[in-house]
């Protein structure tokens, strides 16, 4: 099946900073997600990109399906955005979404 | 708009008794249903997923079973639960062709 590596492991910034978390996944995919899970537990869908850009506030995430990664990135960021992020692949003909071992992100005030 | 309730929020069970966690999506019709476990260290697992009533694939074989007895209600169940079964367990929902993927809140098994 589907690989999808997740990039960096762990991440601790300083509030204000600008991160880029990375998703490589080693097939064609037919869709792509990013979700972050805040520290109570809940995943929120951030994006559904399988392709292109899309920006949404302080996050903007960008797919490259022909060279297979994705990219999410968090601008200006604030504690609110600890947690652990993930990417998930769907491959042709499939229901189900792939995902990675998640990026942990902790925001120091 | 469309809602997933997952419940119980929490659970602490005994080794050997039954388990049922029940979830239920609204606002939407038959959307592909999801059951999820993630373990410390936070990889998520797909245990089961049902694209119909009825229908309902397996992806690890396991101590568990799951249900879809309605187009919108998605059930976890196991006659005897094991000490390996504690984990936090996600129901999750979308709808075809490939759509955004959307959570309910878990519920957070403890095995004693």
């Known amino acids: 099946g589907i690989q999808v590596e997740q990039s960096p492991p762990d991440l601790i910034l300083q509030e204000g900073a600008n991160s880029t978390l990375r998703c490589n996944f080693s097939?064609?995919?037919?869709?792509l997600q990013w979700f972050h899970q805040n520290p109570w537990g809940q995943l929120i869908n951030l994006f559904y990109?399988?392709?292109g850009t899309k920006q949404n506030g302080r996050l903007s995430a960008t797919t490259v399906a022909t060279e297979r990664y994705s990219l999410l990135y968090i601008s200006s960021s604030q504690t609110t955005d600890s947690g652990v992020y993930f990417c998930?692949?769907?491959?042709?003909?499939?229901?189900?979404?792939?995902f990675g071992r998640g990026t942990s992100l902790i925001v120091h005030p | 708009s469309q809602t997933i309730h997952q419940w119980p929020a929490t659970l602490v069970q005994p080794v050997g008794s039954p388990l049922s966690l029940e979830c239920t999506v609204e606002?939407?019709?038959?959307?592909?249903l999801y059951w999820y476990r993630q373990a410390a260290g936070r990889g998520l697992q797909l245990l089961f997923y049902?694209?119909?009533?009825?229908?309902i694939s397996s992806e690890v074989p396991q101590n568990l079973s799951a249900s879809r007895p309605q187009d919108r209600q998605f059930i976890l169940s196991s006659k005897k639960l094991l000490l390996s079964d504690s984990g936090f367990y996600l129901c999750?929902?979308?709808?075809?062709?490939?759509?955004?993927?959307?959570f309910g809140d878990g519920t957070r098994l403890s095995i004693l």
């Open positions: 999750a929902w979308n709808t075809l062709p490939n759509q955004p993927q959307h």
């Open positions: 097939d064609s995919v037919n869709n």
């Open positions: 990109i399988p392709s």
């Open positions: 998930a692949v769907e491959e042709g003909g499939s229901y189900i979404p792939t």
């Open positions: 606002g939407t019709s038959n959307p592909n």
């Open positions: 049902s694209v119909g009533i009825g229908q």
